[in-house]
């Protein structure tokens, strides 16, 4: 399968991604128009006519308001959500009396609350957030050479030209890549993914505490991940659930037909500065209403549209004022590596360009595209803890104030002229015309019976549920008892953060897919200016941006544990993992404790460990030769155990033929071969050459 192929036409944008204006020829083929579709930078509006734009301003339109109004019932809980965890006042409630009790208990003010303070230190610990994990072996690939006898790696020769011996006494090879060039690599892009994360982006470590706060309440939340080449940097920017409008059947932001952002209070300034740059286009935009200078809401709508008319569509962003329904800008949303072809150059699909990662926290259970959060699970519970809530507070109210009948011939004068007497505490009230008995009689006081304890019952059994539903128990937020045991405590607050390991997982993901995203963006719109900067933060000879940003053979995550969510937690397993190193000689005790330390959150651990024993030059030459010596003598040995060897077998040759040639009847010299074919010569138990029976 192939790409759409640059070199049809000489086209080349600019380095600094300048606006390009791509002018298409009077009937151009399908391939060159989507060419210059792809290649093109900045606003390409001119290609459409003014009847094509008016018309596609329209859709844009209609399209984002079928689709807000398609996830209607997940918005309204949304916004009621919202206003009951900022714990807005709902404006006086008359029921069963004028100013009656209108409390909100803040059971989602907590748990959100509560949710913040256990996922940010977690994820963002200091300034780091990103970990570079290594796919594959890291053991080095050895530099090989064709040999008539095969494939044999390439030894590794001195000055001398003599192979290079290794402290194990085995030849050195050359290395392609050395051992541990992967892990050396991956602790550079680590360290430049981080400083860019907290010290380019500098809304990201906030953005992220706010993303982390509403999460729980929305149930979902976008964070834009982009190149700007404007200002030439990546900027990344938290984008509410309320403000991505998707079709709810859609199943995720790359399969979605469309996707519309809006963008709230833009001022007609910045939209005139925005025309004269060119990056829109030029129209007037009548005011919404009397001020001419008011806010405006513009939508950005990344959609299909079919351009090249080859009936497959292709990606584009178009921004449109909502008010007047123009188009002020189109861009491209593809690049030609995005579009794959086949081998007779038609073209098969075409990728869009990625831009948003969402972050879930619960999934919807009818898998649609939005997802609830502990603003939808807790909306029919908190309802009826408020009712019941209000209700005592009510009935206490009714019976500490009493209230009751007096009959029509008592005339009470309070102030004001009225029949109302209020009292304050220990005052007496005169009353002129009625004697003790007529007052005590002409008074009925009503009666209020307080309370219902089956009120009670159900209220404690409610928030216990919405405790259970949000994970908020007194043993994870710290108010439970502590005369337990620690093994009984560390178990419940296991069990009771079992629901925030399942979020703390699927946070995880979206991480590493932000951080993927912007992995990719640095080593597509980087260049010589991210290269630069790369080798000044990094200050490291081996640093080489085009061969470190390359994502075969890594994978990019966040470096926080999702099952460690308590730093008790953390400092319990990393305890037990202790205890086993103590007597477990296969443990490195050095890292274990390294571990613990981590655990313990204990500032420049590295600074307590003593540096490595430094090897004695002198005593390692001296080791080396004295190696040689012994090496050298034992060689000497073997040569003149050889050589005796050889005197003595010549030795017993000549002896055993002489007294052979004395005293053997067959007179055949060497015993046995002349006169005795059935005998050979060998040496016996006592090293003597003699003969032995065959």
């Known amino acids: 399968m192939a790409t759409l192929p640059a070199d049809v036409l000489t086209f080349e944008p600019a380095d600094d991604l300048a606006p390009v204006d791509v002018v298409l020829a009077d009937e151009p083929d399908a391939i060159a128009k989507l060419l210059m579709l792809a290649n093109s930078v900045g606003d390409i509006s001119h290609v459409w006519s003014d009847e094509d734009l008016t018309r596609l301003g329209g859709e844009v339109v209609e ?39 209108n409390v909100h208990y803040p059971l989602l003010t907590v748990a959100a609350t509560q949710f913040n303070a256990r996922a940010y230190p977690a994820i963002v610990r200091g300034d780091e957030a990103v970990s570079v994990k290594i796919v594959g072996a890291d053991k080095g690939r050895p530099m090989m050479v064709q040999t008539p006898q095969g494939v044999f790696p390439v030894p590794q020769t001195g000055p001398d030209g003599q192979p290079v011996i290794g402290p194990d006494g085995q030849p050195q090879i050359m290395w392609a890549v050395p051992p541990g060039a992967k892990a050396a690599r991956a602790g550079r892009v680590k360290d430049y993914l981080n400083t860019v994360l907290f010290y380019r982006m500098k809304d990201w470590e906030s953005d992220t505490d706010a993303l982390l706060l509403q999460l729980p309440i929305d149930g979902c939340s976008f964070r834009k991940v982009w190149y700007d080449p404007a200002k030439q940097e990546q900027r990344a920017a938290l984008v509410s659930a309320l403000r991505i409008i998707v079709p709810q059947g859609a199943r995720s932001c790359e399969t979605t037909p469309r996707l519309t952002e809006e963008i709230p209070d833009v001022y007609p300034y910045t939209i005139e500065e925005r025309m004269r740059a060119g990056v829109y286009r030029t129209v007037t935009l009548s005011p919404e209403d009397e001020d001419d200078q008011c806010p405006r809401l513009l939508l950005e709508q990344h959609r299909l549209i079919d351009v090249d008319g080859d009936g497959l569509p292709e990606p584009y962003i178009v921004t449109v004022d909502h008010a007047t329904t123009k188009v002020l800008r189109i861009e491209a949303n593809f690049s030609p590596r995005d579009v794959a072809m086949n081998d007779n150059g038609e073209v098969l699909s075409i990728d869009r360009q990625k831009f948003y990662v969402k972050y ?51 005339r009470l004068q309070g102030n004001g002229r009225t029949s109302t007497l209020r009292f304050a505490p220990g005052e007496y009230k005169t ?21 219902s304890q089956v009120m009670v019952s159900i209220l404690d059994m409610m928030l216990s549920a919405a405790r259970d539903i949000s994970s908020v128990k007194d043993v994870i ?10 093994g009984t405590t560390l178990a419940l607050i296991e069990q009771g953060l079992q629901v925030f390991t399942a979020i703390y997982k699927r946070i995880y993901r979206s991480l590493r897919e932000e951080f993927a995203l912007l992995f990719a963006n640095i080593a597509r719109y980087g260049g010589e200016r991210a290269a630069a900067d790369y080798l000044e933060v990094l200050d490291d000879q081996d640093a080489n941006f085009e061969a470190d940003f390359n994502v075969d053979d890594m994978d990019i995550r966040p470096v926080s544990d999702p099952t460690s969510v308590t730093r008790m937690q953390k400092l319990a397993r990393a305890q037990f993992v202790w205890g086993l190193a103590q007597n477990n000689p296969l443990l490195d005790q050095g890292k274990v404790l390294r571990r613990v330390l981590e655990a313990a959150d204990v500032e420049d651990a590295e600074d307590l460990f003593a540096p490595p024993a430094q090897p004695d030059p002198l005593a390692a030459a001296g080791a080396q030769a004295e190696l040689a010596k012994t090496q050298s003598e034992a060689m000497k040995n073997e040569a003149q155990g050889q050589k005796a060897q050889a005197d003595a077998l010549a030795t017993a040759a000549e002896t055993g033929f002489m007294m052979g040639a004395q005293n053997d009847p067959y007179q055949g010299g060497i015993p046995g071969m002349a006169g005795r074919p059935d005998d050979a010569l060998g040496y016996g138990s006592d090293g003597l050459l003699r003969r032995q029976a065959a």
């Open 63 to 101: 399209d984002y308001r079928k689709d807000d109004e398609d996830r209607g019932d997940w918005k309204k809980i949304v916004l009621k959500a919202q206003k009951s965890a900022a714990q807005e006042s709902k404006g006086q409630k008359d029921y069963p009396w004028t100013r009656a009790s």
């Open 360 to 410: 879930t926290f619960f999934p919807h259970p009818e898998g649609k595209f939005y997802d609830i959060g502990l603003g939808h699970l807790l909306d029919p519970i908190g309802d009826v803890v408020n009712t019941a809530f209000n209700q005592l507070i009510d009935a206490g109210h009714a019976q500490v104030a009493g209230g009751g009948f007096i009959a029509s011939g008592i």
């Open 431 to 451: 009353v002129n015309g009625v004697t003790g008995d007529q007052l005590r009689n002409g008074i009925y006081e009503r009666t209020f019976p307080g309370p």
């Open 477 to 486: 937020t710290g108010d439970a008892s502590n005369n337990g045991q620690v």
